[in-house]
């Protein structure tokens, strides 16, 4: 289905919950995510049956995020379900990788197309200063499972954020040298926990390009990355920019969070419920929140904040 500026919809993002086994500064507060009551959430069956009527109206993608998607139990049963739509094209996941080694093989044989994986920093003090606690360790076992499954093409999404991983830009985009992956750099958003880094932190992806002035532009994959390679590299480098260039006139995506509201924009405080919903109600909601998706979002800037309402773990990224 189109919305009212010609964009055709056809990625739904679901969260699957607002919990996470990390704390990453610029997403969630140190203290955590408010664990909601498991009736507060949606079951496995609703959003099967929400899923099923988005594909019904020509979503053919579906991306499981959180919170940490990995963490809510019996996820690999949901994978199973949704995998099961006739007419779904891929089933994707974004996750911080560190449950992967024991899941990994699971997650594929459940119908798990590939996996986008974070990872903002290749040092170990690093990795647990920005994911409070985290262990780089388990985050590269993760990276290595999921390759090892075939959960792949895989994406490694390292938030850009100046005086902290600008100095790591050629380190972490050497990992796409031997390795058909694909390095992207995002702009720190300015939403929700985000709201403790100063002006510096917000760097734009000039800076790779910058910093790596042997990049060469590869064709557009209709994704929201911008694509580069460097020489006679395997995998590429993609640049994912918010902040100074908008994607938005490109936006195919609707957004689905753990407590059932639909997001027309990541950016927007506008949210459709849909939880209780059935036929011809809940396929009504669904046009709505496509008919409703913004022409873009408001002005996003190291002074200007997201109108989001919600914290980047209740939304799903
Ligand atoms: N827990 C999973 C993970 O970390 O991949 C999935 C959920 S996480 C909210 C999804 C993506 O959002 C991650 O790649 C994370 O780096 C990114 N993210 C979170 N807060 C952000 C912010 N303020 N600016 C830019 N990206 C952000
Ligand atoms: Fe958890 Fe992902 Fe947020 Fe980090 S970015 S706190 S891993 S949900």
Redesign the pocket.
Known sequence: MRDTLGREITYLRI?LTDL?N?R?T??MPPEGAKKLEHRDILSFEEIEEIARAAVSLGVRKIRL?????LVRRGMVDLCRRLRAIPELRELAL????LLLPEMAADLKAAGVDRV???L?TLDPDKYRRITRGGSLDRALAGIQAAKDAGLTPLKL???LIGGFNDDEIADLAALTVDEPVEVRF?????????EGFGPEAYLPCEAVLERLPRLVPVGDNGGVAERYRLPGAAGTVGLIR?LSRCFCSRCDRLRLTADGQLKPCLHSGEEIPVRGLHGADLLRQLERAIRHKPARHGELSSSSRSQATRD??Q???
């Open positions: 969260s996470c990390l990453c610029y997403c995020t959180g919170g940490e998607p974004t996750t911080n990788g986008n994986i974070s903002d999404n390292c938030v995002i702009e720190l958003m300015p939403i929700g926990d985000a918010p980047m773990n939304i799903g990224g």
